[in-house]
Antibody
Framework: EVQLLESGGGLVQPGGSLRLSCAAS????????LSWVRQAPGKGLEWVSGISYSGGSTHFADSVKGRFTISRDNSKNTLYLQMISLTAEDTGVYYCAKNVAYSYGSNYGMDVWGQGTTVTVSS | QSVLTQPPSASGTPGQRVSISCSGSSSNIESDYVWWYQQLPGTAPKLLIYTNNQRPSGVPDRFSGSKSGTSASLAISGLRSEDEADYYCATWDDSLSVWVFGGGTKLTVL
């Protein structure tokens, strides 16, 4: 069974940093692209970032560009999201999602999602 | 303001057929596949429809998707109480180079 398990969320002050992790199992991790999608309280879904199967290609939403870094360790079957300079607008549930192929781009959507980890940015 | 436009709410009675629309543009829906996700209350999104009209295994054939030009729609026939959820359309935007989602439609089964 394909599973994604996020961790690392919590309460952080504005301007602070946090690193999220997503541990994967049940599929050949190094063959698939991965994405982070977030959901602010009571709001809709927002794609935050994607990373290709090898880590050689990444993309970010404009709202996080320059502040968030996505990476992966294929030897540990783990995806990461490093977040810095956090603001209240970054508060929400962060989901890790598996893309259906080696790329996260055009036509390669997300088929499996983790249960999410909650990030709260507040003083 | 979402790049893809969905009605904020929809409703129907058990057994009815409901349809949820998703409107975009030439840089997203018209040029790429549309994906639909179901989010039950308090849970993670779940893939419902991929590449416009394909159902993953385990998704009932009551759910169907279609696309025409810059719009797409999700249809649910034989509505059941367990279909009460939020539904999101999604696609890649070639101009923005990001995945874009609709604002979501809350489906109520009366």
């Amino acid at each position: 069974e394909v599973q994604l398990l996020e961790s690392g969320g919590g309460l952080v002050q504005p301007g602070g940093s946090l690193r999220l992790s997503c541990a994967a199992s049940g599929f050949i991790f190094s063959n698939y692209a991965l994405s982070w999608v977030r959901q602010a309280p009571g709001k809709g879904l927002e794609w935050v970032s994607g990373i290709s199967y090898s880590g050689g290609s990444t993309h970010f939403a404009d709202s996080v560009k320059g502040r968030f870094t996505i990476s992966r360790d294929n030897s540990k079957n783990t995806l990461y999201l490093q977040m810095i300079s956090l603001t209240a607008e970054d508060t929400g549930v962060y989901y890790c999602a598996k893309n259906v192929a080696y790329s996260y781009g055009s036509n390669y959507g997300m088929d499996v999602w983790g249960q999410g980890t909650t990030v709260t940015v507040s003083s | 303001q979402s790049v893809l436009t969905q009605p904020p709410s929809a409703s129907g009675t058990p057994g009815q057929r409901v349809s949820i629309s998703c409107s975009g543009s030439s840089s997203n829906i018209e040029s790429d596949y549309v994906w639909w996700y179901q989010q039950l209350p308090g849970t993670a999104p779940k893939l419902l429809i991929y590449t416009n009209n394909q159902r993953p295994s385990g998704v009932p054939d009551r759910f169907s998707g279609s696309k025409s030009g810059t719009s797409a729609s999700l249809a649910i026939s034989g509505l059941r109480s367990e279909d009460e959820a939020d539904y999101y359309c999604a696609t890649w935007d070639d101009s923005l180079s990001v995945w874009v989602f609709g604002g979501g439609t809350k489906l109520t089964v009366l």
